[in-house]
């Protein structure tokens, strides 16, 4: 029987200790009232909330999958009631505007708990969470009466949100779109066109559905330029703002997927459907953009979301299931042989799974905490700088911790053996269900272009450069420690290996523009590695101080799992940065009829 | 729609030109036929039953699964007529005895002909491929009447073999078993015991099943020195050696699995089953690893074969798909977008698929070589010296294979974007099946544990060091030939560093057991990623002789491939030494407890 416990220990040392979070909270107007009790009852009562309700539907949601019926789609048995405990409970408005009926709590706090969610169903957690990225985009962009007439239904849950962007013939390149919108004399559009993958495009969930769509205005300009945003709800309300007419969002089928199977992802067929302009004209892309790094952390974090259930199944079965003899003698000498948590290739397994899990929940709430600093900050160049870092690592977040989300759900199927491959354990649809998240909302490839052709080129490459400079200043700040060295002095080297990477790109892109492709991907891990070296290293000067002659508990396993990192995991950055540098001219070698 | 190809090119460049295969042959007596032609008709024909009859059942075998309904197993529609294909072809007795109806070729043929069943139709090739592993204990343990009465109707496939180990409670550790086998008067042994994940327990495509069962005589002895290896037939067979009585061999249930979905995982429950010993009492681990080795090999060349399917249909994909533009400029000009082929990082991913599957399939061609000339080879010590060959890569294979094949079809998944995780498409039908290859026939963390703890110290690390003597051995050949020293310096740096690995490992060993377990996977991939570079350095040593010129096919594209291997595959050596030599201390730190 899979299990699930809320890591709230965790989360309170990686936004208490680690990065004290109440601490920058207080210089954000409005979060002022966001206390230490106050975060600990949220994760308590939501991770309360997580483990008795949401992880029950798990496993079944992913055995039934959601159902299209004849133009409808239901979800798996329990749903419903799950959702009901999430919106009802307040557990999917924490960081609304209280003027829409939210909690007015920091975005962090959305994303922590979020975490938890995604960790007890994947699946059920997508409805939400995009619920959320069309309220950001909604509140960002859209005029008031829009704002007055949708937001509140949509931060009570009532309503929920979808994303409308992919047509069959384009994913990555918007600018293909074919949808088209109308003008109409009382200022709304007529939408038309067929979108492909939106997930809850239909669902039984909410009593309406408000679909963010981009569609091209007849006569704008050719391409991306051309692209504008409108709100297509699935029912136009009526004057009471209760779902009124039938507006023609038809959801013509849902695929079979590899995993998150009560997620249903839909063909939406737009046919004359009134809708609203969020926004300028032309200009949807960059509203949709607004929120997209948003969307990007929070896909991110379902990396290393998932990979917790995983671990947590893992490392009981491994606990409990006799199999041989540890290699230094055995240690159930009662029982028929060990458990085989005495292996050390079993205890790989679960150490590098708890050393990337952790490292990455310490750089994602990092990173949600700039979200807030750029969002609220009263000093603008404070806000400037927090957003430009945000912008910077967003791609790190949504690739690296996918992957390794990935790769630690999979070396933990890999500890149960042939039961890992059972559907009965659990264990294969955790490996199913993450494996989205390298895919959607930009293709982890996708994510790594962005990093090394958007992101590190910005602001002359000086975004990167202070990034650099705050990772030196934490290793110079730690020089007197001597019980960090052993953490400070890989951490230092990886930032060497990754400044001249870094350089080395600049200076290589500049010559070629497919250099930047050819090392996207591999650059892109080197600084995931070494941001998470840094996170470790901070882990380990925390714990150090808080050791206290305790060599068991708490502290000093992050320690050790802080050493691990820097032994076994970090050292991966040297053969990254090999290729790195090995150019363009082998990729581009071969003409396209050689693959 | 998906498609398969048969790789017969690249099959008959490794056979012939890299290994020179018939050259081998001609020194083993029996396999003087095996001529070019011969070898190159069986390819072609056998490449067109995978391309036309298999693969079209490998997607809806996928869907429709094996059913099992009140004790009986129904394999997918179709299979039933490409199973009669293969076996009625004679494609699955290439290499079993004439004596039994075989056609006496090379085990060699075996595995390269099974390469493309597998590629086309995975699930379904595991019925002949188990069949083949049951012949081979059969033929090497049974006494001459089981072998007259059980071997032809096993080779001509009207009965398949299975193989019966694992119990719930002990798959690895064989020494826990609870089947018992009581001693009949008439020399025959009653079997009772359940054991689970029989791979073909149960099915429809044949008339008969043989088990090859282990289970313990009473009063043995206690532990794996107590096992014995029993046929057990599901009927037993009449005296026209037809099907006669039901023998109790009772499927009880299938599992509901993440991949290879038409092959059922039966629970058998054997209740007072007649059986025959196979093979000395107590010495029934002896029979079954005496095929361990061939069925470990035929594991991991799964690996490489799912990944061939994968990559193919990536590369159509990419070459078709209008995403964007090229970096270097558009190349596609009359269209609306370049295909995704001309992007830097999508070459990326098929490249590293290309150059793990091709150097795979070296590698793997060559281990099987050495498998017939241990079989066969007039010479005492070339046999012996074969055979511990095999026994030292076996685990690389098994490991190495299946490991770098499920990258390569989770890269090759990737290419795809959202269309990837869509089961229309296939892809994600090639990750869940190839994912089963690391964890059966003794997952990839135990194989891992073979090397290092029984391989390695072979002969006082002697094997192990004749092994890393033909390397230097083959760089020292290319000193004299400055075009290949691109290719001879990165592999002479791999094995520096493997060669210390190894030597630094049975140091670290002998002092401290768990470094051993410590170092295990680390090291195998390490292993695994130099002999590789050794067979990528000998392809590209026969390429450049007959490139003459060409710049642009089959030979030029081997070397760009040999170079990619070589740049960006290979200096992942330098990181895992790194985690082979951080020992075994940060493992063992945490107690059970804190996991």
């Known amino acids: 029987m899979a299990t699930y416990t809320a890591p709230v220990d965790d989360l309170r040392f990686v936004l208490h200790e680690l990065h004290d979070a109440t601490g920058q909270f207080a210089e954000l107007p409005g979060f002022e009232e966001a206390s230490v009790d106050l975060i600990d009852a949220v994760l308590g009562e939501a991770g309360k909330v997580c483990e008795n309700v949401l992880f029950a539907t798990n496993q079944s949601g992913d055995e039934i999958g959601a159902q299209w019926n004849d133009g409808a789609v239901t979800l798996p048995a329990g749903y419903a009631e799950a959702y009901k405990a999430l919106t009802e409970g307040g557990w999917t408005s924490l960081s609304c505007d209280p003027e829409f009926g939210g909690q007015g709590l920091p975005e962090t706090m959305k994303f922590v708990v979020e975490e938890m969610v995604v960790s007890s169903n994947m699946a059920l957690s997508l409805i939400p969470g995009l619920t959320h990225g069309a309220y950001r985009a909604l509140n960002g962009f859209a005029n008031d009466e829009l704002k007055q007439r949708y937001l509140p239904k949509m931060v009570s849950g009532q309503w929920a949100g979808t994303m409308c962007l992919t047509e069959a013939h384009c994913g990555t390149d918007l ?137 947590q199944n893992a490392a009981a079965y491994a606990k409990e299931r006799l199999q ?126 962005d990093l090394v052709g958007r992101k590190l080129p910005m602001d002359g490459g000086q975004v990167m450069r202070d990034y650099l400079a705050e990772l030196r200043s934490f290793a110079d700040a730690q020089r007197d420690s001597s019980n960090m060295t052993e953490f400070v002095a890989p951490l230092e080297a990886a930032v060497d290996t990754l400044e001249q990477s870094f350089e080395w790109l600049l200076d290589a892109g500049a010559k070629d523009p497919a250099a930047v492709g050819a090392a996207a991907t591999d650059f892109l891990k080197l600084m995931g590695l070494t941001s998470i070296a840094h996170m470790w290293a901070g882990m380990a000067a925390v714990s150090l101080d808080k050791l206290d002659g305790d060599n068991t508990g708490f502290y000093a396993r992050k320690i050790t799992l802080a050493r691990y990192f820097m032994q076994r995991l970090l050292p991966q950055t040297v053969s990254l940065a090999a290729a790195v540098r090995s150019g363009p001219e082998l990729l581009m070698a071969l003409d396209a009829d050689a693959f």
Chains 1, 2 share one sequence.
């Open 175 to 311: 600018g293909l779109m074919r949808s088209r919108a109308e003008s109409q004399a009382d200022g709304s559009y007529k939408i038309s066109g067929q979108k492909i993958f939106i997930t809850g495009g239909d669902q039984d969930l909410t009593e309406n559905i408000v679909h963010l769509v981009l569609a091209k205005i007849p006569g704008g300009p050719n391409g991306i330029k051309g692209v504008s945003l409108f709100l297509v709800p699935k029912f136009l309300p009526d004057t009471n703002n209760d779902p009124g007419d039938y507006n023609n969002t038809n959801c013509g089928s849902i695929e079979k997927k590899m995993g998150i199977k009560g997620a249903p992802a839909c063909v939406m067929n737009f046919d004359g459907s009134t809708g609203w302009l969020v926004g300028e004209e032309n200009r949807g892309v960059r509203a949709m953009f607004a929120m997209m790094n948003h969307e990007r952390l929070w896909v991110g974090m379902q990396g290393l979301a998932v990979a917790e259930t995983a671990y």
């Open 324 to 449: 041989g003899r540890s290699p230094s003698g055995p240690v159930n000498t009662d029982g028929p042989a060990d458990p085989i948590i005495v292996h050390p290739d079993v205890r790989r397994m679960l150490m590098t799974a708890r050393a990337q899990i952790e490292g990455a929940r310490a750089l994602y709430i990092g990173v949600s905490l700039s979200i807030d600093k750029a969002d609220r900050h009263p000093n603008t160049a404070v806000r400037e700088a927090a957003d430009k870092r945000v912008a910077l690592m967003t791609p790190i977040i949504k690739a690296f911790l996918s992957d390794m989300g990935h790769e630690s759900a999979v070396n933990c199927q890999q500890v149960l053996g042939g039961h890992g491959y059972i559907r009965e354990w659990g264990m294969e649809q955790y490996v199913r269900d993450v494996r989205i998240a390298q895919i959607y909302e930009g293709t982890n490839g996708v994510q790594a272009m």
